[in-house]
């Protein structure tokens, strides 16, 4: 074990004993450790339902192609934490993530925080401290009162698609969740807005509008569109043409195109916006994996392995529509999701795409929801299922069955993380 994960396992004794999303001990204390929030590089803050990963790694290698030297911080992470924070262009080392973490523990003092909370303040400290050109920093739930959203004067702001999830915290309706995203606008700091559903556009809209936050919105200042083999991405300033995005699925061309809209409006061109498609790596979005036990299982059997950490209804229509995509194939799930999300809404675009659902509960995850659970709700949308006891088996299982078929290992970034430890 490393030493920051001892540091985190204490972190997580500290959480307060009622969640209540405020931004009262995130402020504290990056004021304790002297305010390094305010001293970030050129910060672009993204908030958004889905495609806030996908559109931030293709930013990032857009701006990386043009010689500069970017922050960025992301959650969570899947194989270990240090992949949340990179420095520079490189994953935090582990002695100056310790040190970090030790310092901020020590500075708390043992007062009441939350995991995300600390881990953010550690983050502000190694970018304030690293010299680079631009923070990317992606908002981890909701955006008006997010650990994340304490920058004064971001250099740019995004919001990505808005859907429903995280009920519980941001509101039942689209309109109350768009609310909350729009929470990272700033007063006269531009905001680049993703396609949308009308209800959460014109929320979005509105706050910018009260803000004087200049709008570079989907369908209005840019448009981007597939085209043969490529994708064609227009604004202002004029066309370009590219090839389809490296990360797999029609969706990713909305998210590069919200990404090229965030490029341009920086500054850059058409150089940048290539490399932001063709160069961008974001793991577990529709990731064939190459290596390790699991995938010796499935080629065994001539089975191709992919895996993906989508998890809610609208991640479920991303993942259908890169299957509908596809070389025809037989595709079987194996499927683990927590207890909070929406199930059968996650299942019900795969029903379409998937000839059978293998249920697990994710090994080590307390709010697993139970693979007896998934399974129900998969066979509620008219998907043959079965159980598990846990991925390994379930890929063995399949693959013997279904010689040459595609095995889909879905439903959870943890239950993804998990599968990339063992096959990374």
């Known amino acids: 074990m490393d030493d920051s994960d001892a540091i985190l396992q204490r972190v997580m004794g500290l959480h307060p004993k ?119 920093l992606e908002v981890g739930l909701g955006g008006r009162l997010d650990a994340t959203n304490v920058v004064a004067q971001p250099a740019l702001t995004i919001i990505t698609p808005v859907s429903v999830d995280h009920t519980q915290y941001l509101g039942e309706t689209l309109p109350e969740i768009a609310g909350e995203k729009a929470g990272i606008l700033k007063r006269r700091v531009p905001v680049v807005i993703a396609r949308q559903q009308d209800e959460a556009l014109a929320v979005i809209e509105d706050r910018a509008a009260r803000l004087g936050a200049p709008i570079i919105a989907y369908g209005q200042q840019w448009q981007v569109a597939p085209e043969a083999d490529g994708m064609i991405f227009q604004d202002d300033h004029g066309l370009i043409d590219l090839p389809r995005p490296n990360l797999p699925g029609p969706h ?12 341009r409006a920086l500054g850059f061109g058409a150089t940048e916006a290539q490399a932001a498609v063709t160069r961008a790596e974001w793991p577990a979005r529709m990731q064939r994996l190459k290596h390790g036990p699991l995938v010796d299982i499935a080629a065994a059997h001539g089975c191709e392995l992919w895996l993906d950490g989508g998890h809610n209804p609208a991640g479920g229509e991303a993942v259908a529509a890169t299957l509908a995509g596809m070389a025809r194939k037989p595709t079987h799930l194996i499927c683990g999701m927590l207890n909070t999300k929406d199930v059968a809404g996650y299942l019900r675009p795969l029903a379409r795409q998937a000839q059978s659902l293998t249920a697990v509960s994710i090994p080590g995850e307390a709010n697993t929801l139970p693979a007896e659970a998934t399974r129900d709700s998969a066979l509620s949308v ?24 595609r095995l889909l290992i879905c439903g959870s970034l943890y239950l993804a993380g998990m599968v990339l430890r063992e096959n990374g």
């Open 252 to 263: 990713q061309i909305d998210n590069a195109g919200t990404a090229i809209a965030a490029l």
């Open 382 to 405: 008219g998907l043959a299922a079965t159980t598990a006891p846990d991925p390994g088996s379930a890929v063995a299982d399949l693959a013997a069955a279904h010689p040459g078929a």
């Open 18 to 136: 009622i969640i209540d999303l405020s931004l009262d001990r995130m402020l504290r204390l990056l004021d304790d450790l002297g305010n390094p929030q305010d001293r970030l590089p050129s910060v672009i803050h993204i908030a958004g339902t889905n495609g806030k990963g996908s559109t931030q790694a293709m930013i990032r290698a857009g701006l990386e192609a043009a010689g500069k030297r970017v922050h960025a911080y992301t959650s969570p992470h899947l194989a270990r934490f240090h992949e949340r924070i990179r420095l520079a262009g490189d994953l935090i080392p582990e002695p100056e993530l310790s040190s970090i973490l030790t310092e901020i523990e020590d500075v708390n003092a043992n007062r009441p925080i939350t995991f995300f909370e600390l881990t953010t303040a550690a983050a502000f400290l190694a970018f304030a401290r690293t010299p680079a050109d631009y923070t990317l």
